[in-house]
């Protein structure tokens, strides 16, 4: 079984539309995450929710609109889509880790990667 | 957002050299991580250090956390063609959220 599983793994649609990037975990951990990969391999967070609860919103605009239904659950959606959206899109989940013990390892999923054209 | 320089940025190596990215703060980190991306792949959790000064060791990779933790390297023995990929830290902040450094592309040349 898939630990972090999205969906769809490619996406390519053209500029204005919206579209959606589903994400499940099965690991039972309660802090999920949205992570951006650039075409220069920087990794930006964008969303932390903790057990369906929005933690961390980074500077992105609000065209992007996680949702959590539960907490084994983080969806993507973007609507009005741009060309500079074309990345690839990270989804991870981790249990809480503290400055102290550590902890918390993020496990990735698979990542989708939306094309805008 | 909050991002951390890790130098070199590529770095090309004949196998079975030594290689070292390294991981630099301004701010004082509380742990940190480190991850590996293979070409297509996602990132993977290699190991995580918490205390000043520690070191520890994964077969061919070492990993040392600076005293004043703020620096962190990652050192690779003999390096091989599997070694090929992205290795990235990723600090703890005090909101205890990981923001990942810019990372280092290594290829090995066989």
């Keep these: ?15 204005g539309n919206d579209k959606s990037i589903k994400c499940e975990q099965n690991l039972g951990h309660d802090t999920m995450y949205w992570y951006k990969q650039d075409s220069k391999k920087f990794l930006k967070i964008m969303f932390s929710y903790n057990n ?9 605009p609000n065209r992007f609109s996680p949702k959590s239904p539960d907490k084994a659950h983080l969806n993507l959606h973007i609507n009005s ?3 500079g959206d074309s990345a690839v899109y990270f989804c991870a989940s981790s249990l809480p880790g503290t400055s102290v013990v550590g902890g918390g390892e993020l496990f990735f999923g698979e990542g989708s990667r939306l094309t805008v054209l | 957002g909050q991002q ?16 070292t990215t390294y991981c630099n ?4 980190l509380s742990n940190i991580q480190w991850y590996k991306q293979r070409p297509g792949g996602h990132p993977v959790f290699l190991i995580q250090l918490v205390k000043s000064g520690e070191v ?14 703020k620096n962190s390297s990652l050192h690779i023995t003999a390096t091989q063609t ?16 990981f923001y990942f450094g810019t990372g ?3 290829t090995v040349i066989p």
């Design chain 2, 82 to 97: 599997t070694d090929v990929g992205t290795y990235f830290c990723a600090p703890l902040t005090l909101a205890n959220q």
């Design chain 1, 81 to 83: 889509l741009e060309l």
């Design chain 2, 25 to 28: 703060s301004s701010t004082t």
């Design chain 2, 4 to 19: 951390v320089m890790q130098i070199p940025q590529y770095q090309h190596v004949q196998e079975g050299e030594d290689f």
């Design chain 2, 56 to 69: 520890k060791k994964q077969k061919r990779l070492t990993f040392q956390f600076g005293e004043a933790k």
């Design chain 1, 1 to 15: 079984d898939t630990a972090v599983s999205q969906t769809p793994k490619y996406l390519v649609t053209q500029m």
């Design chain 1, 52 to 60: 369906k609860e929005l933690i961390i919103n980074e500077t992105v």
């Design chain 2, 104 to 106: 280092t592309s290594l």
